[in-house]
């Protein structure tokens, strides 16, 4: 069966500094990978998507992802976080021709001033 | 604007009295889903629909109903609610399947 871990439930981290937030899948056959940003109060947006191709995959708000087949994993990073970056952060997988997208129980990111 | 639009924000009601969120999109996606959103469980899907009239269960469907009698509208049903129903539902929309989703903002239901 398809599933998505996402191994920090909280993740602080100082200003500036860089951040990585693990996600890992499994899954025996082809699949697409997101992250989702969610803010307080709010809906999730798109943070980025890995459908094909290149396994670096850049986002919006100076994230980036890597999709490690071998490793199954895709975690998403960004070299310098700000306080607005606060904010929790999901991991979602779909094997391709498949109608659900599995989401992963999420990871708080805390950015410290 | 595009936007995923969902009413109400938030929602107290009481066990077994029936009511409707609904949910309309204005980018003629064809694919629409609804997912609650429940503390250690992330996002789990209840039904979604591929266009007018096809809709299927999700992983957690019991208890709920949907419709898609028109492209924009994917409104979701609780005939008779639980207090195991109150959670954060999310409805969302996309172009096409697996292309990424637009969610909206999302209604708080508490059912007593």
């Known amino acids: 069966a398809q599933s998505v871990t996402q191994l920090d439930s909280q993740v602080p981290v100082f200003e500036e500094a860089p951040v990585e937030l693990r996600c890992n899948y499994s899954s025996s056959v082809s699949v697409y990978l997101f992250w989702y940003v969610q803010y307080p109060n709010q809906g999730l947006q798109l943070l980025l998507k890995?459908?094909?191709?290149?396994?670096l995959v850049k986002g919006i708000n100076g994230f980036e992802a890597e999709f490690n087949k071998s490793q199954t994993s895709f975690h998403l990073r960004k070299p310098s976080v700000h306080i607005s970056d606060t904010a929790e952060y999901f991991c979602a997988v779909s094997e391709t021709g498949a109608n659900n997208l599995f989401f992963g129980t999420g990871t708080r990111l805390t950015v410290i001033p | 604007e595009a936007q995923v639009t969902q009413n109400p924000r938030y929602l107290i009601t009481v066990t077994g009295k029936k009511l409707t969120v609904t949910c309309s999109q204005n980018m003629n996606h064809e694919y629409m889903s609804w997912y609650r959103q429940d503390p250690g469980l992330g996002l789990r899907q209840i039904y979604y629909?591929?266009?007018?009239?096809?809709?299927d269960k999700g992983d957690v469907p019991e208890g709920y109903k949907v419709s898609r009698k028109e492209k924009r509208n994917f409104p979701l049903i609780l005939e008779s609610p639980s207090p195991n129903q109150t959670s954060l539902y999310f409805c969302a929309s996309s172009v096409r399947q697996n292309y990424g989703y637009t969610f909206g903002s999302g209604t708080r239901l508490t059912v007593v």
């Open positions: 890995y459908l094909s191709g290149s396994t």
């Open positions: 629909s591929m266009n007018v009239e096809v809709t």
